[in-house]
T-cell receptor, first 111, second 114 residues
Framework: AQRVTQPEKLLSVFKGAPVELKCNYS??????LFWYVQYSRQRLQLLLR?????SIKGFTADLNKGETSFHLKKPFAQEEDSAMYYC?????????????WGAGTKLIIKP | DTGVSQNPRHKITKRGQNVTFRCDPI?????LYWYRQTLGQGPEFLTY????????KSRLLSDRFSAERPKGSFSTLEIQRTEQGDSAMYLC????????????FGPGTRLTVL
C-alpha cells in the first residue's frame, strides 16, 4: 500500500535548537518525495523536493531508500519556521502525479 | 494575484442540499487536482484533470461527487445530497504538464454541513 507516515503530530523546540521532522513512506515503485509547508492563514506551498537536492530556508531533506525515510532537518530553528509541515510523495512513473500525503506535523518554535 | 483561486472560501449548508465549488487555476497550467482535507489529516486526492479530460478519480469520490473542467480552464466540484461527513476543506491545485511539476494550491473552500 502507498502510504506516508509522519509520526509526530506536534513538535515543539526552542529557537536556535536543531529540528528534525520525521517522514516514512511505503511505495512499491520509485517515489518522488516532497515537503510542503503551511504557515498560519496561508495556503499550502512547496518547501522542497528530493530531486532538487537543495536547501530552502535552511531546511534539507535526504531520501533514504533503505529506511524509506525523508526526514526534514534544520540545524538552527527560527521563530518564523512555526507552521504545519506535510510530507508527500508521488510516483515517478505515475501518469497523474497525484500526491499522497502524511497527516502533517505542527512545528512550534519557542522563543 | 495570479495564483490559484477558489470560490467560495466558506460554505455552510444543510444536509441534503447540493453545493458547487469553483477553482480557477494558474492560466498556463493544464493539470488541475482536487483534494479533500479533514481536521488533523493531510489532503486526500479526489480527482485530476489534464486540460478538459478527467483522467483519474479516487475511490473516495462517491457518485454524489462530480467534477468538470469544460474548457480546460476553471473547474467545478459539485456535491449532491450533502452529508455531515462531507464537511471538510476542499483544495484545488494546478501544475504544468510534465513529470513531477510543482503543484500550486488554492486557499481552499471550507464546507460545513449541518
Amino acid at each position: 500500500a502507498q502510504r506516508v507516515t509522519q509520526p509526530e503530530k506536534l513538535l515543539s523546540v526552542f529557537k536556535g535548537a536543531p529540528v528534525e521532522l520525521k517522514c516514512n513512506y511505503s511505495y512499491s515503485g520509485s517515489p518522488e518525495l516532497f515537503w510542503y509547508v503551511q504557515y498560519s492563514r496561508q495556503r499550502l506551498q512547496l518547501l522542497l523536493r528530493h530531486i532538487s537536492r537543495e536547501s530552502i530556508k535552511g531546511f534539507t531533506a535526504d531520501l533514504n531508500k533503505g529506511e524509506t525515510s525523508f526526514h526534514l532537518k534544520k540545524p538552527f530553528a527560527q521563530e518564523e519556521d512555526s507552521a504545519m509541515y506535510y510530507c508527500a510523495l508521488t510516483g515517478l512513473r505515475d501518469s497523474n502525479y497525484q500526491l499522497i500525503w502524511g497527516a502533517g506535523t505542527k512545528l512550534i518554535i519557542k522563543p | 494575484d495570479t495564483g490559484v483561486s477558489q470560490n467560495p472560501r466558506h460554505k455552510i449548508t444543510k444536509r441534503g442540499q447540493n453545493v458547487t465549488f469553483r477553482c480557477d487555476p494558474i492560466s498556463e497550467h493544464n493539470r488541475l487536482y482536487w483534494y479533500r482535507q479533514t481536521l488533523g489529516q493531510g489532503p486526500e486526492f479526489l480527482t485530476y484533470f489534464q486540460n478538459e479530460a478527467q483522467l483519474e478519480k479516487s475511490r473516495l469520490l462517491s457518485d454524489r461527487f462530480s467534477a468538470e473542467r469544460p474548457k480546460g480552464s476553471f473547474s467545478t466540484l459539485e456535491i449532491q445530497r450533502t452529508e455531515q461527513g462531507d464537511s471538510a476543506m476542499y483544495l484545488c491545485a494546478s501544475s504544468r504538464r510534465g513529470p513531477n511539476n510543482e503543484q500550486f494550491f488554492g486557499p481552499g473552500t471550507r464546507l460545513t454541513v449541518l
